[in-house]
């Protein structure tokens, strides 16, 4: 079974940065594609970012030149780097790792953005 749990999120101002981490148990992350989703208030969740386990990358146009995803196969884990924050961007931002065409999803976490 493999669980994920992000940190990171919390109340930044228009501008400024976060850096959003997801923790994956078990022994199949180095083998999986990993990625970043978010769910604004009264809308739907949206794909935002993925790595492959090659470390491949794919953002939304939305989020390009601003976020940046990456992982540390050493320590089972996925980034998000988000730069230059927007209002827009407030939302719960999840984590998804798939796998053998399973998905399996993280708790997510808050990122509010005031401006």
């Known amino acids: 079974q493999v669980q994920l749990v992000e940190s990171g999120g919390g109340l930044v101002q228009a501008g400024g940065s976060l850096r959003l981490s997801c923790a994956a148990s078990?022994?199949?992350?180095?083998?999986?594609?990993m990625g970043w989703y978010r769910q604004a208030p009264g809308k739907q969740r949206e794909w935002v970012a993925t790595i492959t386990n090659g470390g491949s990358t794919n953002y939304a146009d939305s989020v390009k030149g601003r976020f940046t995803i990456s992982r540390d196969n050493a320590k089972n884990t996925v980034f998000l780097q988000i730069n230059i924050l927007k209002p827009e961007d407030t939302a719960v931002y999840y984590c998804i790792l798939t796998t053998n065409f399973v998905n399996y999803w993280g708790q997510g976490t808050q990122v509010t953005v005031s401006s």
């Open positions: 078990g022994s199949i992350f180095s083998r999986a594609a």
